[in-house]
């Protein structure tokens, strides 16, 4: 059990607005540990929550109050009762929310040791663990042509696991002219604006099932006309592997040409534990040794006041942003 009384955490206070307050620490369960968090990723999976935290419920009271963040990396600073792989002090990463603060109970089986060699503000694991879960599904032949719908963080990030996979050709696409810069200078071989992209690529007549098109291919957007790009850049009995997460509304699927191209489509997200353990460990293996290049994904750093300041740079992606992080002791 840890000695520590209070400590300070974000908290979303109504859209698009949060503030520093002093809670509790949290106290770790049998098979919990408590981390100390040094560093925590700005996911694009929280903006929703962060733009709307009470939606659909009525409006909060003064009392209540939404906390997010989920890729901590940090230290050990207690264990729960029945915990044997972790001890106090041990560098960790997990997947755990809430963690824009101080402290974070994480189970045991979804927390993973961090190498010596890997700062705090690149250890957080859970985005590559889910790219890295994700790909392992998809059967990806040794110099095969494949094509990327989306060029932000989770797209150079499947990028360089694409490469380190074997991919042969990779083709990116994205709206955004400094996206497909930056995929090129991560391993891409050939980058296009949608209005762009060479007709070959494209497969939208039955008679080019086989003559257009890509046999894999990865969306990674989350917006709309991001999926439907990705469903006319399959070929017959391509693998769409979609990687975007979907969240602001609804999306509608053009099942007519997904049917008529037998195409597999894949939903990446990965909910077994045991999977993203795996995805983490390998992941860190992987920014140790360099083959994917954290240090030059994370772009920006904020403090623990800053939170709304993060979403809003993320939202509006200034030149040179793809991912930020939360110091909570900056």
Sequence with gaps: MSHLMNMKATVNIGPSSSEVRILPVPQPKENEVLIRVKACGVCMSDLEPWLHPFAPSIPPNNEQYVRMGHEPAGIVEAVGKNVSKFKVGD???????????????????????????????????????????????????????????????MGLGVLQLLRARGAGKIVAIDVNEEALQNALRFGADEAYQPQDIPEPYLCLEWDQQWSHGFSKVFEVTGKQKGIDLAIQLCQAHAYLAAYGYHQDAPRTIDFQ?????????????????E????????ALEMIKRGQLKMSELITHQFKLNELDLAFQTMISKPKGYIKGVILPEK
């Design 91 to 153: 560098r960790v990463a997990s997947m755990v929310a809430p963690s824009y603060g101080q402290f974070v109970c994480a189970p045991e089986n979804i927390t993973v040791l961090v190498p010596d060699e890997v700062p705090f503000e690149y250890a957080i694991a859970e985005p590559a663990a889910c790219l890295i879960a994700g790909l392992e599904r998809i059967p990806l032949e040794m110099g095969e042509t494949v094509a990327l719908v989306g060029c932000g963080f």
């Design 257 to 273: 040409m997904l049917g008529w191209k037998a195409i597999n489509l894949i939903n990446t997200h990965e909910r077994r534990p």
């Design 275 to 282: 999977a993203m353990r795996h995805g983490m460990e390998a």
